[in-house]
Structures are given as structure tokens and as C-alpha cells.
């Protein structure tokens, strides 16, 4: 909670330096005017801070505390806590986005000052890859993801930072709906073995809901970057732009992203491991009465499935293609 | 015109991601299918107690 509030401080306060500055804050007439604000400074206790810079970091910090970027992250696996078709709607595809989605509306200012872009790309690549680091050692179904959704946004921001706000909100849609199959599958898992979230208490699950585990086994493949599906087309092409940039904060952000990755994999395949491919660990009596779930459940699988493995095909020449003006 | 220069860097750094996922997706696999004593003994290890309370603090 407190979290959440720093961050909606900062966007507070980002919004009224506007308003005091521009006498304005409708999007049009604040990238209009800009142009004069390049040299002005706010002074603030005596500090002089050039203004577009200031209103960039506090509308940042709003970003950050809303899409869970390190610092202000931990809100995110806590919130785990809720419904799991909650989280997989809230804390998957829609909420947590807000923050990239923020960056990549206010770009236009955020174009003036590459100090600022700098920051987003380090905090953006940081989180990528810790976020990553701490989802290996996860042992609660929801965590597991909570911090993977946390990394995906990690290199969501890192690709607003390096200036390619369309390939990081073609990550976006990509992420929302291989992260809602996940999440719900999560849920259908969870549904299954009488609402144990510990990995360590499950296993052997694949015979017993074979359409669960093959929902997740795509929606892992889909996240892990597995070639030809979505996440594949969204998070190479961030690292490449990232490569491509030929910058210290560009190839920082490889880096730390490529290493995201492996450990992406190594999570996302430990999760299904412990989960369907081991042997049973739990009570005989919950194991042996695992089922698949109801119809409503298994059917938005199914149509949480076709887009994680074809949007990214079928929209990447729309969203981040040459000539494309997204 | 950051996309246009993507399109051109080194092949090697192309494909890296993509190894490195397809690495740790085995690698991980491996592991757990027949490392599960080296995984009790790294994480009992001073260590490895270090790096997981590392780990797993907010």
C-alpha cells in the first residue's frame, strides 16, 4: 500500500509541476509547448532543476511504483494474496501496465531529457534481471509469476528508456495474454490440489489434468521466449534494439536482460517440473483426487492459448514493423 | 532508426537470448531430473543459506 503511494506522490507531483508550468495538462498542449520549456529551470529551496527533467523522474517514480520496478516492487508478489483470476487480470494484464503505458504516452517529454531515459533504461534493466534472480528460489505457485511478471516489465521499461516505446508496448499486449494463461492455469493448478500454492507439495500432476499442463507448458514456452511464439517476437527484438542502440546503457541492458533470460527459462521450467514432471510430494489423498477443471475454466484457457502463440506473429509487422507509424 | 540498426548488429548477440533460454531451460531440467542431491548440498551450504535469505528478503 505505502509503495503504491510514493509512486502515485510522485505522479501527483509530476502533474502539478505541469500544471504550475504549462497552465495546462491535456497531452496535446503540453508536447506543444515543450519546445520552450528546453532551458527553464524550476527552482526549488534555492535548487535550480531543469524542468523537463523533473516532471520526467516524477512522473517515473509514478511508473515505477506502478509497474512494480525495483524499489518500489514488493507490493506486487504480496498482492498474490487476492483471487488468482484477479491477479491474472489485475497483476498480469491491465494494472501493472499502467506504468509503461505512462512512459510511453508521455514520450514526448521524455524525448527532451536522455538523463532521465538513461535512468528508466538502468532501473528498467535491474529489474529485468533481479526480479528474475529472485523468482529461481520461489517455492509459492503465484510468486513464481507475480516475479516474472515483474521481470517482463522490467524489460517493458527498458525498452521505453532505449526509445522504442512500440516494441516495448508490443511486449505489453504480448505479455497480457501469455501472462493470464499462466496465471489462470496457476489457478486451475491450485483449484485442482485443494488450494495448495507450495510447488514443493505437488508434482506428478501431468497425468491427472493433462489440459492444465498443457495450457502451462505453452504459456511457459510462450514466456520463456521459445522461438516462433509470442513472447519470442516481442523480447528478441527488445534486446536487439537494445544491442543496436551502441550505448553503455544499451549494452548494460543486454546484458542484464539476456541473463533475465536464461534465468526466466530456468524458472519457468522449475516451475513446470515441480508442478506436473516429479514425483508426487503431496498428501495421497489430494493427489489422487486432482482433477481438470470445469468447462468455464478449461475454455478460457483455450482462448487465452491462440493469442499466446500467434499474435506475436500475426501483429508484429502491424505494431513494430518498418514503416509502421504505431 | 534504432530498429533499422538492430537489424544489422553481429549475429552471435541475434541469437544469444534465445541460447541462453534454450540453455536455461535444459539446464534446469537437467538439474532437477538429476541433480536433486547437488541441489540439497548447494542449498544446506553456507553459501547457498546466504544467497537464498538473500533471495528471498523484500
Not at chain 1, 517514480?61 to 488468482?84: F, N
Amino acid at each position: 500500500m505505502i509503495l503504491n503511494r510514493i509512486g502515485d506522490f510522485g505522479l501527483v507531483l509530476g502533474i502539478l509541476i505541469i500544471f504550475v508550468e504549462y497552465k495546462a495538462v491535456d497531452y496535446a498542449t503540453v508536447f506543444a509547448i515543450t519546445p520552450i520549456f528546453t532551458n527553464k529551470f524550476f527552482n526549488f529551496l534555492s535548487f535550480d532543476f531543469d524542468l523537463i527533467s523533473i516532471i520526467c523522474f516524477f512522473l517515473f517514480i509514478g511508473a515505477v511504483g506502478k509497474s512494480a520496478q525495483l524499489g518500489l516492487h514488493t507490493w506486487l508478489p504480496d498482492a498474490m494474496e487476492g483471487p488468482t483470476p484477479v491477479s491474472a487480470l489485475i497483476h498480469a494484464a491491465t494494472m501493472v501496465t499502467a506504468g509503461v503505458f505512462l512512459i510511453a504516452r508521455t514520450s514526448p517529454l521524455f524525448e527532451y531529457t536522455p538523463s532521465i531515459l538513461s535512468l528508466v533504461t538502468i532501473i528498467g534493466a535491474c529489474t529485468a534481471f533481479f526480479a528474475a534472480t529472485v523468482g529461481l528460489l520461489q517455492n509459492d505457485l503465484k510468486r513464481v509469476i507475480a516475479y516474472s511478471t515483474c521481470s517482463q516489465l522490467g524489460y517493458m521499461v527498458f525498452a521505453c528508456g532505449l526509445s522504442n516505446y512500440s516494441v516495448g508496448v508490443f511486449h505489453l499486449v504480448n505479455h497480457a495474454f501469455f501472462k493470464a494463461l499462466l496465471f489462470l492455469g496457476a489457478g486451475s493448478i491450485i483449484h485442482a490440489v485443494a488450494d495448495e500454492q507450495d510447488m514443493r507439495k505437488m508434482g506428478g500432476l501431468k497425468n491427472l489434468v493433462p489440459f492444465t499442463y498443457s495450457m502451462m507448458i505453452i504459456g511457459s514456452l510462450a514466456l520463456i521466449g521459445f522461438p516462433f511464439l509470442t513472447g519470442f517476437y516481442s523480447k528478441d527484438v527488445i534486446l536487439e534494439v537494445a544491442y543496436g542502440k551502441y550505448t553503455l546503457e544499451g549494452h548494460f541492458s543486454y546484458i542484464l536482460g539476456s541473463l533475465g533470460a536464461f534465468f526466466t527459462a530456468f524458472y519457468s521450467t522449475r516451475l513446470v517440473y515441480l508442478t506436473f514432471l516429479s514425483s508426487p510430494n503431496g498428501y495421497k489423498s489430494v493427489i489422487s483426487s486432482a482433477y481438470d477443471s470445469s468447462y468455464q475454466i478449461t475454455l478460457s484457457l483455450f482462448l487465452l492459448v491462440i493469442p499466446s502463440v500467434l499474435i506475436g506473429f500475426y501483429a508484429k509487422d502491424m505494431v513494430i514493423g518498418f514503416g509502421s507509424d504505431f | 532508426m534504432n530498429r533499422v540498426d538492430s537489424e544489422f548488429i553481429t549475429h552471435i548477440f541475434k541469437i544469444l537470448p534465445v541460447v541462453l533460454s534454450l540453455l536455461g531451460a535444459t539446464s534446469s531440467f537437467l538439474l532437477y531430473l538429476f541433480g536433486n542431491k547437488l541441489l540439497v548440498q548447494i542449498k544446506m551450504s553456507v553459501l547457498g543459506k546466504k544467497i537464498y535469505n538473500f533471495l528471498n528478503k523484500k
